[in-house]
C-alpha cells in the first residue's frame, strides 16, 4: 500500500506566532438542501457536533461541520474514515439529492498559534480580525490564493487552502509570521 | 475600492474577494430571435456616469453570483440582492432614489 502524506509533512515555522502544517486531515465537501432534516440528520450523524448555521464552524476534536455556502458543507472528519463517512452518508441520505465528495487530498491544512496569531491572518487577508470569533468560518484568499479559516482555540487559527497552493501558503505565513514583525494592532 | 456585501454568505468585503460579471438583467435572445434582438442581447451595454447594476460573483469566498447596484462615477454601492430576480427589488429602488433622485437605468428607474 501507498504511504500516505500530507502536503508539507507537517513543516513548522516559529516567529512572532507558530506556524505548523497540519498533517492528514479527512474532509468532504458535501452539497445538498441543509434546510432538510434527513440532511442535518445525516451531516451532524457522521461527526457529532451541531448544524453550523451561516458562516459558522462547529468542531470537536478531528471532527466538524462549517458552512461554506447556502447550499454547501465541509465535513471534518478522521483522515482514514472519510471514506466510511461517504458510505454512511450514502445510507442515511437515500432518495435525498445531494453530492458528497472525499477531497481530504485536494486539500493542505495549517495551524497559525501564538499571541499574534490574528495579526498574521490579518497582513495576509482582506478580514477585519478584530471582529472574528470561535464558531466562524470565513472563506477568503490569503494574499493571492483562495483559502478558508476558523479558530481553533484562544489565538489558535486553521487555515485550509488547495494543496497544489500549499507550499505558498506556508511561505506567506512564515513571511507574515517572522521574528520582529509584530505590529501591535491587536493588543 | 468597492465594499461589497453577499447576499448569501452575509460577508462584507473588498473587491479583491468578488470578480465582477459585467452587466446585470440582460435578457438573452438564443436560437430563433431575430437578428436585431440577437445583437442587443451580445454587445449592446449600458455606459452610464451615475447608477449601474452589474452582477458579481464571491470567487474568493462562497462562489455565488449576485447582483450589484452601485453609483460608477462615486464608487457608492447603493445595494446588494439576490441573482434569482429579473429585475432590481423595491428596497434597492428606494436605496437608490433617496441619493439620486430622478435616476434611471434601461427600464427601471
Ligand atoms: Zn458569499
Same mark, same amino acid.
Given at each position: ?39 442535518k440528520?445525516?451531516?451532524t ?8 448555521g ?32 461517504l458510505e ?31 495579526e ?5 487577508a482582506?478580514?477585519d480580525?478584530s ?45 507574515a509570521?517572522?521574528e520582529?514583525s ?6 | ?17 468578488? +470578480?465582477?460579471g459585467?452587466?446585470? $438583467?440582460?435578457?438573452?435572445? *438564443?436560437?430563433?430571435?431575430?437578428? @436585431?434582438?440577437?445583437?442587443?442581447? %451580445? ?8 447608477? +449601474?447594476?452589474?452582477r458579481?460573483? $464571491?470567487?474568493?469566498?462562497? *462562489?455565488k453570483?449576485?447582483h450589484? @447596484?452601485?453609483c460608477?462615477?462615486? %464608487?457608492?454601492v447603493?445595494?446588494?440582492y ?28
Amino acid at each position: 500500500m501507498s504511504e500516505l502524506r500530507s502536503a508539507l509533512a507537517g513543516a513548522v515555522f516559529d516567529g512572532i506566532a507558530k506556524v505548523q502544517e497540519a498533517g492528514l486531515c479527512g474532509m468532504i465537501a458535501f452539497r445538498g438542501d441543509l434546510s432538510a432534516t434527513k440532511v442535518k440528520n445525516a451531516v451532524t450523524g457522521v461527526t457529532g457536533v451541531d448544524m453550523p448555521g451561516q458562516r459558522g464552524c462547529n468542531v470537536g476534536g478531528d471532527n466538524g461541520l462549517a458552512w461554506m455556502s447556502p447550499d454547501e458543507l465541509l465535513i471534518m472528519v478522521e483522515h482514514d474514515k472519510a471514506e466510511l463517512v461517504l458510505e454512511t452518508l450514502a445510507k442515511g441520505l437515500k432518495n435525498q439529492h445531494y453530492m458528497a465528495e472525499n477531497v481530504s487530498d485536494a486539500r493542505a491544512v495549517f495551524t497559525v498559534t501564538g499571541k499574534h496569531a490574528a495579526e498574521v491572518i490579518a497582513k495576509l487577508a482582506p478580514v477585519d480580525m478584530s471582529t472574528f470569533s470561535v464558531g466562524e468560518i470565513r472563506r477568503t484568499r490569503l494574499a493571492q490564493v483562495p483559502a478558508a479559516f476558523w479558530m481553533h482555540g484562544e489565538n489558535a487559527y486553521t487555515v485550509v487552502c488547495f494543496r497544489s497552493a500549499a507550499d505558498y501558503m506556508f511561505g506567506i505565513l512564515s513571511m507574515a509570521a517572522q521574528e520582529g514583525s509584530e505590529v501591535g494592532v491587536f493588543g | 475600492m468597492l465594499i461589497l456585501e453577499c447576499p448569501y454568505c452575509g460577508v462584507t468585503g473588498e473587491e479583491t474577494e468578488f +470578480h465582477g460579471g459585467g452587466e446585470a $438583467h440582460i435578457k438573452r435572445f *438564443g436560437p430563433g430571435s431575430s437578428d @436585431a434582438d440577437f445583437e442587443t442581447y %451580445l454587445f449592446m451595454r449600458e455606459n452610464p456616469k451615475g447608477v +449601474h447594476f452589474e452582477r458579481w460573483r $464571491h470567487v474568493n469566498g462562497c *462562489g455565488k453570483w449576485f447582483h450589484a @447596484a452601485r453609483c460608477t462615477m462615486t %464608487l457608492e454601492v447603493f445595494g446588494t440582492y439576490s441573482a434569482q430576480t429579473f429585475e432590481p427589488p423595491k428596497e434597492i429602488k428606494d436605496a437608490i432614489s433617496a441619493k439620486r433622485p430622478g435616476w434611471s437605468w434601461r427600464e427601471f428607474s
